[in-house]
């Protein structure tokens, strides 16, 4: 406990605090039936492959939602710093607090993209390489994430022919209104990986197995 107040690991306690934060935040939401982390998903801004975007993709090796990314990292460098910490104390004395940070950060980005792969294998993933994104044209969904409109995407719910599900970004279609949280859509198109919904029209909606059908 003395180690965790102590100055010089200063950062990875806050760390520590911020995960806890986001964690009790997290579990909280799912209780009133919301993601934080898909808010935060949708509240990112769509990355052109480069720079920053290009960076995030290379640790997010398992293309887990962000803010999964972000708590590995800060578990990783809270965890990385206060053994750092506690083995430079066992020698001679702890480091400062900078100086201590940086190989903690510099060895969390490769544990956390190392995590990302596993919890991928582990854990389903909203989306899947091995349906055709043009499978899922033609087909009703929910609105999980939302509203939708002509925006920021929000997320979609929906079943494949193998009844498999999966969430999907999503957003209104140009000339559509915005379509609330729980109302089905039907998804008529799909650019950059984003598809295109529009209200479900009556006579689908009224099919037993909505999720699943196909425009005739």
């Not at 001679?92 to 792969?117: K, Y």
């Not at 079943?159 to 089905?184: C, F």
């Amino acid at each position: 406990m003395d180690l965790f107040l102590a100055p010089q690991a200063a950062p990875f306690a806050v760390a520590s605090i911020i995960l806890v934060t986001i964690t009790v935040l997290e579990m909280g939401c799912l209780l009133i039936g919301v993601s934080l982390s898909e808010l935060v998903d949708k509240a990112m801004p769509e990355g052109q492959g480069g720079g920053l975007s290009g960076l995030m993709s290379w640790v997010n090796r398992g293309g887990v939602p962000v803010l999964v990314l972000v708590m590995l990292l800060l578990g990783f460098f809270a965890v990385n710093g206060f053994v750092l910490q506690a083995v430079a104390r066992a020698v001679f004395m702890p480091l400062p607090a900078v100086l201590a940070s940086i190989p903690a950060f510099v060895v969390a980005v490769p544990q956390a993209r190392w995590a990302t792969g596993l919890i991928s294998r582990i854990i389903p993933r909203d989306e899947t390489y091995v349906i055709d994104p043009a499978d899922f044209v033609g087909r009703l969904a929910e609105v999980t994430v939302g509203p939708l409109d002509q925006g920021l995407p929000g997320r979609v719910r929906i079943k494949d022919r193998h009844g498999n599900w999966h969430t999907l970004r999503a957003r209104a279609a140009a000339d559509a209104t915005a379509i609330p949280i729980g109302a089905e859509v039907l998804l008529v198109d799909t650019v950059s990986n984003v598809f295109i919904a529009i209200a479900a029209p009556s006579d689908l909606t009224a099919e037993p197995n909505p999720t699943s059908t196909e425009l005739p």
